[in-house]
């Protein structure tokens, strides 16, 4: 066999001692295909990264959104405890003048007790639901005493009451938003994917029913003189 010496011009092999020109072609390495696999392994990191990023980024914004839960909780507990504490006072005030009313004391504290009990926003709210009912009969016996109507520490009591109440209105409504706006995250796409994922579970609402929200009107208005030495509690 008859071998020709050979040498490399532009990408092909020109054999020596050959004609110019002739051409021998030659098995390379495409530098093209190199290319395209390293933009294609690039991509696919890129594109994990940024899947990553978006996890993290989804997640954290799920910790941010129940931290704010449990802020705007820890502002509505603040007055409810007040409220309850404010309960007992109130009860000794008007235990006085009306002994007898035991069924209605009775049912103011086993509400109280309840609410100190409650473990969540929905038995806290059940449970001051309850409260406020029976603090609407407490009210009613009271309005049967003008003595008890006109002390000043009723008055300071049911004013403190009243207030405390306000406070936990705007904060039950403060609480609801947070709720609202962390539950639909847990009910959305793409963001359920990431609860269901980590156990993101939905918060309670503190709701307030029918006869919660309705406002406790009592008259305390001054009554005849025949009713008020009747009802006045009895000299010791």
């Known amino acids: 066999m008859n071998l020709t010496p050979a040498a490399p011009v532009g990408g092909t092999v020109v054999a020596l001692g050959t004609p110019f020109g002739t051409r021998v072609p030659c098995f390379s390495l495409q530098k093209g295909s190199v290319h395209d696999a390293v933009l294609d392994a690039s991509a696919f990191v890129l594109a ?10 989804r997640y954290n914004a799920f910790v941010r959104s129940q931290k704010r839960v449990q802020e705007a909780w820890s502002v509505i507990d603040v007055p409810l405890r007040q409220r309850a504490s404010l309960i007992p006072n109130l009860v000794e005030a008007i235990r006085g003048y009306a002994e007898h009313e035991r069924e209605v004391f009775e049912e103011v504290a086993r509400a109280r007790g309840a609410l100190q009990k409650a473990g969540g926003a929905g038995q806290a709210g059940t449970a001051n639901n309850l409260l406020t009912q029976a603090l609407g009969h407490v009210f009613a016996v009271a309005e049967a005493y003008p003595q008890l109507r006109a002390s000043e520490n009723f008055i300071s009591l049911r004013n403190d009451l009243r207030d405390v109440e306000e406070k936990v209105k705007f904060a039950r409504q403060f609480y609801n938003r ?30 307030a029913d029918d006869d919660g929200r309705a406002e406790v009107k009592i008259s305390f208005a001054r009554q005849p003189e025949g009713r008020e030495q009747a009802t006045s509690p009895p000299a010791a």
Do not use: K
């Not at 847990?186 to 993101?200: C, E, K, M, S, V």
């Open 48 to 57: 994990l990264v940024v899947g990553v990023l978006i996890v993290f980024s």
């Open 178 to 207: 947070n709720v609202l706006d962390y539950n639909t995250r847990i009910d959305t796409y793409p963001d359920a994917l990431i609860a269901r994922n980590f156990d993101f579970a939905p918060s309670e609402f503190f709701e």
